[in-house]
């Protein structure tokens, strides 16, 4: 695993840190894409998490992998709301049909991306190391 966005597809589970007023929140991911050069991930409009990512753009996402190493990724996102990153997300994922039935055209629906980012690898027994997005 070269890249963040490969490390993240071999262990699908990850988590996105934001900000609610001077407290941290964390919670579980399971979607990555590539759009435009960037990461891409998707939420939905009525959840603490997109207010949040509203009010300060600034995230972390945590991964843990296997051999005892783990990425980490910060930086700063911003909202693409064009059905066509939508349907994208739909076509890699046609799983999250089963949440937004109504798919590219569901209103409450939006995918997010980062706009600067930096994904740094750790382990416990070598240095950190920066590695690229993808």
């Not at 995230?59 to 066509?84: C, H, P, Q, Y």
């Not at 990153?85 to 569901?106: C, T, V």
Request: charged share 25%.
């Amino acid at each position: 695993m070269n890249t963040a966005f490969d490390f993240i597809k071999a262990n699908p589970v990850f988590h996105i840190a934001t900000v609610d007023g001077a407290s941290a929140r964390v919670r579980p991911f399971g979607f990555i894409m590539k759009r435009n050069n960037a990461l891409y991930f998707c939420t939905n409009k009525t959840k603490d998490v997109y207010k949040q990512l509203q009010q300060n753009p600034d995230i972390e996402i945590s991964v843990m992998g296997k051999n005892d190493t783990w990425l980490r990724i910060r930086g700063r996102i911003a909202f693409d709301e064009t059905r066509e990153a939508k349907a994208q997300a739909f076509e890699q994922s046609p799983n999250l049909l089963r949440i937004y039935p109504k798919g590219a055209d569901d209103e409450i629906f939006v995918t997010f991306y980062f706009t600067e980012a930096t994904a740094t690898l750790f382990s416990f027994t070598a240095a950190p190391k920066n590695i690229p997005l993808f």
